[in-house]
């Protein structure tokens, strides 16, 4: 009677499957915080550098603006001799602002 019980039982452990492993696998590493914070920190710097470009770019479209528009006004005024001396100083004051928005302060910024 326990003949036939011990094949049967024999048989159902042979078609089990088992997941047991042989060789242990090894557990997964933890993730390496320095190397996170480094790249967070990379992903930081060149969006500030982008954003930097950008509003370096905003600055000198605005500064042209800024030296056309007194330049107009400095001929106007002299031209039509409404102030001339007004009218000499902003081409003078267009000149040094033009001198100093697209040379100097570009090499400043790029050092």
């Given at each position: 009677?326990?003949?036939?019980?011990?094949?049967l039982?024999?048989?159902?452990?042979v078609?089990?499957?088992?997941?047991?492993?042989?060789?242990?696998?090894?557990?997964?590493?933890?993730?390496?915080?320095a190397?996170?914070?480094?790249?967070?920190?990379?992903?930081?710097?060149?969006?500030?550098?982008?954003?930097?470009?950008?509003?370096?770019?905003?600055v000198?479209?605005?500064?042209?603006?800024?030296?056309?528009?007194?330049?107009?006004?400095?001929?106007?005024?002299?031209?039509?001799?409404?102030?001339?001396?007004?009218g000499?100083?902003?081409?003078?004051?267009?000149?040094?602002?033009?001198?100093?928005?697209?040379?100097?302060?570009?090499?400043?910024?790029?050092?």
């Amino acid at each position: 009677m326990i003949a036939p019980l011990l094949s049967l039982f024999a048989s159902l452990l042979v078609l089990a499957p088992l997941n047991v492993p042989t060789v242990p696998t090894a557990a997964p590493a933890p993730p390496d915080f320095a190397a996170t914070l480094q790249q967070l920190a990379s992903e930081f710097t060149s969006g500030a550098t982008q954003l930097l470009v950008a509003i370096d770019g905003a600055v000198i479209n605005v500064t042209r603006v800024a030296y056309i528009t007194v330049l107009i006004l400095g001929v106007f005024l002299y031209f039509t001799r409404l102030n001339r001396r007004l009218g000499k100083d902003l081409i003078a004051g267009e000149i040094i602002l033009a001198i100093l928005s697209e040379y100097v302060f570009p090499v400043l910024v790029a050092t």
